[in-house]
């Protein structure tokens, strides 16, 4: 079974940066892709980022293209997602996600499967 942990939220000022961190188990690696979601209190899950493990393919949420990156380290089964020039609308709770390989649904939640605990990110202004 896969399982996911995330880390690395916080507070920062607007215009600031975080790195935000997934470890997830061995299995993952062979059989999920990862993404990155984020979800304010009262509104639907977003789709922020997706890779693969081996990092040859990403996707960008549009309010996050040119700011975000998401990468891997398959060696440390850790999937990060670098937050640069933060906006006080980037404020959510951040979660980790994983999608089985078969799955085609991959920019929106219910293609995923497994899901971390979640970061809280606030920004403010």
């Known amino acids: 079974q896969v399982q996911l942990a995330e880390s690395g939220g916080g507070l920062v000022q607007s215009g600031g940066s975080l790195r935000l961190s997934c470890v997830a188990s061995?299995?993952?690696?062979?059989?999920?892709?990862m993404g990155w979601f984020r979800q304010v209190s009262g509104k639907e899950r977003e789709f922020v980022a997706r890779?693969?493990?081996?990092?040859?393919?990403?996707q960008y949420g549009d309010s996050v293209k040119g700011r975000f990156t998401i990468t891997t380290d398959s060696a440390k089964k850790t999937v990060y997602l670098q937050m640069n020039n933060l906006k006080p609308e980037d404020t959510a709770v951040y979660y980790c996600?994983?999608?089985?390989?078969?799955?085609?649904?991959?920019?929106?939640?219910?293609?995923?499967?497994?899901w971390g605990q979640g970061t809280q990110v606030i920004v403010s202004s």
């Open positions: 061995e299995r993952s690696i062979r059989t999920h892709r």
């Open positions: 996600a994983a999608a089985p390989l078969k799955s085609t649904n991959i920019d929106v939640a219910a293609g995923y499967n497994t």
């Open positions: 890779i693969n493990w081996a990092g040859t393919t990403d």
